[in-house]
């Protein structure tokens, strides 16, 4: 006779940390939720106990967990054909190809797929230096684009520091954080001198020694910085006058997060090459893609385009991001997404006025995080920002195990707090969260009035 014996959440836990290895931290440190099933907006662990994902996972499952007509349309393509190696054609992967030809903005026609988003980064500045002929890649100082080496030297964050040295060409421009910026952050207006200074640097490393500049439109593991109004466009300008490339990293911001399509789309700026992943299977099957416009995807025609990947343009893969594709139509989700931001942002303005240690509250859509500060008037951080450690500091660590405690998982970072649940998130839900949120606060504030 087989006795099954169900495992606990500790056993689980347990299990995955005595043989795999866990992301971004000394492992001693992981204690991970042990997930036995999701639904939703919720996950479910090995004890039973049901916990709110108040940060869609890594801001990729944007359909919530387990969404009926991906799961659907993976068992149906599992049955037919999983894998195809990737110099044959299949009709999911043509089908997507156009699908994200047609929902990308502008000239964006053709697609390279990849397994996730490092891999879509390390594609993008490939292509970008075939297409061009020219090799330096600027990159922003607060930025993450990913893990593999091309992807983590362009990363301006520190978790690039113990990798170094990376790939060479890559040099470094100012960010558009007017919270915390060093040309007009106390001025009563932005005069877009953080987009000047990419000018700047394309100018000293010579626009014909520089392939791309490559940003996410609105960088999300470095504090959801929302860019001016106008940067972009300049953005976009200045490569248009140096003749250089303008790379979008939408791997996070893309597919509805902001309540368009994609970021860019609120600047109605039309990059060269995009990037994406995450929210293009909902995080049901790995895939990334980086999606290219008509002139850069030209070149490649009669030059070789040098990248192969076993796994690219998995079947599976590609049937699920159709798929989740249509949801995000069917279910109207950039237009939900648009009237549920507003909802959010206006619960964070309240939450700013109760909680003296909310120095900024930044959203757009369901993409969003609260910054805190140990004082409003000298904006210091809570805890130091800037330091290799991933995430949870002193006070931060409190506030995320407190949270966790009341039910509810989201991204803690130096000193921001994440919420960019599920796009489907019921207005229930999002009040669910926030009030732990709110009550989380008062521990933050507590060190505040402690000075
Ligand atoms: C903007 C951005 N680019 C690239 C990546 C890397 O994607 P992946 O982790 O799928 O490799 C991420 C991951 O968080 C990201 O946020």
Redesign the pocket.
């Known amino acids: 006779m087989t006795v099954t014996v169900r495992p606990t959440a500790a056993e689980v836990a347990a299990l995955n940390r005595e043989y795999t290895f866990f992301d971004w931290a000394a492992q001693d440190a992981v204690r991970p939720i042990a997930v036995e099933w999701a639904e939703g907006s919720y996950l479910f662990d090995h004890d039973g106990r049901r916990i709110l994902d108040f940060n869609a996972q ?2 990729n499952v944007n359909l919530g967990h387990q969404h009926p007509a991906v799961v659907a349309a993976i068992k149906a393509q599992a049955d037919k054909l999983c894998y195809v190696n990737p110099r044959f054609a299949s009709q999911p992967r043509g089908e997507l190809g156009r699908e994200l030809a047609h929902i990308t903005p502008g000239p964006l026609c053709k697609s390279f797929f990849t397994l ?6 390390d594609h993008a500045i490939k292509a970008a230096r075939l297409a061009t002929g020219k090799h330096k890649i600027v990159a922003r100082r607060r930025s ?5 080496y091309g ?1 983590l030297t362009l990363t301006g964050e520190a978790r690039r520091w113990a990798t170094e040295p990376g790939i060479p060409g890559v040099v470094r421009a100012a960010d558009p954080y007017r919270y915390r910026c060093r040309f007009c952050s106390g001025q009563p207006a932005c005069d877009l001198r953080c987009a000047d200074d990419i000018d700047e640097v394309i100018r000293v490393e010579g626009p014909d020694h520089v392939a791309a500049v490559i940003v ?1 439109p609105i960088a ?2 470095n504090g959801v910085v929302v860019p001016p109004d106008g940067y972009l466009q300049r953005v976009r300008d200045i490569c248009d006058e140096h003749g250089v490339l303008l790379i979008a ?1 939408e ?3 893309g597919f509805g997060r902001t309540g368009r399509w994609f970021a860019v789309e609120h600047w109605g700026v039309e990059p060269d090459i995009m ?1 994406i ?2 929210g293009l299977t909902s995080g049901s099957v ?1 895939l ?1 893609a980086v999606v290219m416009s008509e002139q850069v995807a030209r070149h490649f025609d009669a030059n070789q385009f040098w990248a192969g990947l076993t796994y690219g343009a998995h079947t599976l893969a590609c049937a699920a991001a159709l798929a989740t594709i249509q949801a995000y139509r069917d279910e109207g989700i950039p237009e939900r997404v648009e009237a549920m931001g507003e909802v959010l942002r206006a619960e964070f303005a309240a939450m700013a006025e109760r909680h003296p240690s909310i120095g900024e509250a930044r959203s757009l859509g369901l993409f969003s995080a609260l910054e805190l500060v140990r004082n409003r008037t000298t904006r210091e951080p809570l805890v130091p920002q800037i330091e290799p450690a991933y995430e949870f500091h002193g006070v931060m660590r409190r506030i995320g195990a407190f949270m966790l405690e009341r039910g509810v998982s989201t991204m803690i970072r130096w000193n921001w707090i994440f919420v960019n649940p599920p796009l489907t998130v019921s207005l229930d839900e999002l009040h669910e969260g926030l009030a732990v949120l709110d009550e989380a606060l008062e521990i933050a504030d507590a060190e505040v009035a402690r000075g």
């Open positions: 890594l801001m996730g988003g490092s891999e879509a980064t993450y684009h990913g893990a593999t992807a996410e999300g593991a990293d791997v996070m911001s990037t992943s995450k790995p990334g």
